[in-house]
């Protein structure tokens, strides 16, 4: 068990080393980024939310992989979306960068997966979790933003509401496939 | 495989990793306290007077058993003559010297409700795990656990630091009594929570029968001089505070429930709050900026202002 709990360490602060004069305060960052992003996926294993999960990647606790499903009575329902989340070292004073690994057909969603999302960016609050987030993200995409998209075609396709949910279907790629 | 270290580093009985995990912030922490654990004891050691008469007449009783708990304190002959005030001697001394934590352990256990007031405040130097030791045994005696859980959450950072060898295992073994192994296992996020300290209010293993805060401030404030050592009591009566920092979930302490920094009432513990001063300062709450003073007591508190600003300015001249 320790030695688990020991190889974990090193590999979560593998970024400190490289700045030696700030080697303590960043360790300890680390140790309570490390200790947040832990409580929040106990949090988040427990919590039962439906329709939102995530989990760290193999090795690195910084980085997870997460999965939404589109909410029942949007064009989305029935779809599931792969997300990536990477943790900065200053979490959660700082946003995680949150992006879609699936391809997604959404106003506020580019190609490569980029999310338009206020609260990951200015209006990031360090109360936000990645519960919160996952929940914002599953909420964006039945109600997105058209005024200022990242995908004008999804964004102009939208007021079509049946068209949408064609565009959808036939662009949606399950996760597993 | 991440779920293993997360249980590792949570719970004390990951003998380094845990404790080099936490131990710059609660040296620090363990700064803030002592500020507050000396105001109060001076507190304590001037109410003496009042103490001794009350022991004088409640301890006759438990004395033998005590004095044979005690005795890497043993003393001579002359004791069992006039065991009531040589037994108070005994204890005005330890006031004054504090330091034998094993005797004090014993005697609280033993002890009338007078007396646990004597015991705690001269254990402020004992042992950290006489706080996780004694509660969890002690669950009937409601007199103590008054002060005691109190004392118990300030000492529990206090002693870390300096008790560097046995305590980790020592606290570990007490937390293992109180929580049957098959909970360990199977509850880990409740595990990670149990912390080597007092019982929370909504701790998960908490024993139905202690004292909830709620129940004690109904009751007669028989010794008001309490309050004046900086025990933010009356915070707590109105609106609970979580128990943990929503922005770190490290435990929040005395001083930091009593950290009231916005309006919007969002709670945070010192850290983490001087860490968002430090970037765009604005309330993770409301998002609001924070202002230069933090709110003033009398909204949460009932005439109590003094008493709650006394350890937040400790606090701040200290970290600063």
Known sequence: ?177 | MVSDSITNVSIPSAPKSARDLGKKKRARSAKLKQCKLDVRREQWLSSGAVVKKECKEEQNGGVQGRRERNSPREMGPREGENVGSIHHHHHHDSDLDSNSPSSFTSSVLGGHDSETFTGSSSSSSSSGDCCSGNITEEDEDDGCLDDWEAVADALAADEKPKNQNPEPQREHEAIAKSVPASQIENSKPQCARAMPKAWRPDDAFRPQSLPNLAKQLSLPNSSGKRFGGGVAWGCNSVVSPPSSCPICYEDLDLTDTSFLPCLCGFRLCLFCHKRILEGDGRCPGCRKPYENEPVEAETSVHGGSLTFRLPRSCSMITRS
């Open chain 1, 1 to 177: 068990m320790a030695s688990v709990n020991q190889d974990n360490v090193p590999g979560a602060t593998g970024t400190a080393p490289s700045k030696k004069s700030q080697a303590p305060a960043k360790t300890a960052d680390s140790q309570s980024v490390l200790k947040r992003l832990q409580s929040e996926l106990m949090a988040l294993m427990m919590g039962g939310d439906s329709g939102i999960s995530a989990f760290p990647e193999e090795d690195n606790i910084f980085c997870w992989k997460g999965t939404i499903n589109g909410s029942k009575e949007t064009v989305f329902e029935g779809t599931q979306y792969r997300l990536s989340l990477s943790f900065p070292n200053d979490y959660p004073f700082k946003p995680p960068k949150v992006k879609f690994e699936s391809f997604c057909f959404h106003p506020n969603v580019d190609v490569r997966g980029h999310i338009c999302l206020d609260i990951l960016q200015d209006k990031w609050s360090s109360a936000y979790d990645v519960r919160t987030i996952l929940l914002s993200i599953q909420s964006l995409l039945g109600e997105p933003n058209t005024s200022s998209p990242l995908n004008p075609q999804a964004a102009q396709l939208w007021s079509n509401q049946e068209e949408y949910r064609k565009m959808v279907e036939k662009l949606y790629k399950p996760p597993n496939a």
